[in-house]
């Protein structure tokens, strides 16, 4: 496994992607790809003005503990990548509301979310 995957990788690592579908698959490693703190950094923090912040629900905020207490529980694995899909995919969405189309992250930004696109069709292919 390479060094520097973003923090996506230990997201996915709790969510168990070994069960995932192929298609799945494939589509993650082109999101953790697209997500390495590199790139991250360039695009979201350095082409940000300083102390910039996006308003989000507390409900649209995934954290660890939370996903720790779901899988303790009756959540299937299928379900918690389903849920990663739907906050990450929404995060995107929301940073990118508030781009201009000639600001510098807007091509990242839209390269994601077709990331996320396919991988919600994927989804939507066995969703339960």
């Given at each position: 496994?390479?060094?520097?995957?973003?923090?996506?990788?230990?997201?996915?690592?709790?969510l168990g992607?070994?069960a995932?579908?192929?298609?799945?698959c494939?589509?993650?490693?082109l999101?953790?790809?697209?997500?390495?703190?590199?790139m991250?950094?360039?695009?979201m923090?350095?082409?940000?003005?300083?102390d910039?912040?996006?308003q989000?629900?507390?409900e649209?905020?995934?954290?660890?503990?939370?996903?720790?207490?779901?899988?303790?529980?009756t959540?299937?694995?299928?379900?918690?990548?389903?849920?990663?899909?739907?906050v990450s995919?929404?995060?995107?969405?929301?940073?990118?509301?508030?781009?201009?189309e000639?600001?510098?992250?807007?091509?990242?930004?839209?390269e994601?979310?077709?990331?996320?696109?396919?991988l919600g069709?994927e989804?939507s292919?066995?969703?339960?």
């Amino acid at each position: 496994m390479q060094q520097g995957y973003a923090a996506v990788l230990c997201v996915l690592a709790v969510l168990g992607l070994e069960a995932a579908a192929p298609g799945e698959c494939e589509l993650t490693r082109l999101l953790q790809d697209k997500l390495q703190y590199e790139m991250r950094l360039q695009y979201m923090k350095h082409y940000f003005p300083i102390d910039y912040t996006v308003q989000v629900q507390y409900e649209e905020v995934l954290r660890p503990a939370n996903i720790t207490r779901l899988r303790n529980g009756t959540v299937s694995e299928a379900a918690l990548r389903y849920l990663w899909f739907h906050v990450s995919s929404q995060a995107v969405l929301r940073i990118r509301e508030v781009l201009p189309e000639k600001h510098p992250s807007w091509k990242y930004t839209q390269e994601l979310c077709q990331l996320f696109d396919a991988l919600g069709e994927e989804y939507s292919k066995y969703r339960q």
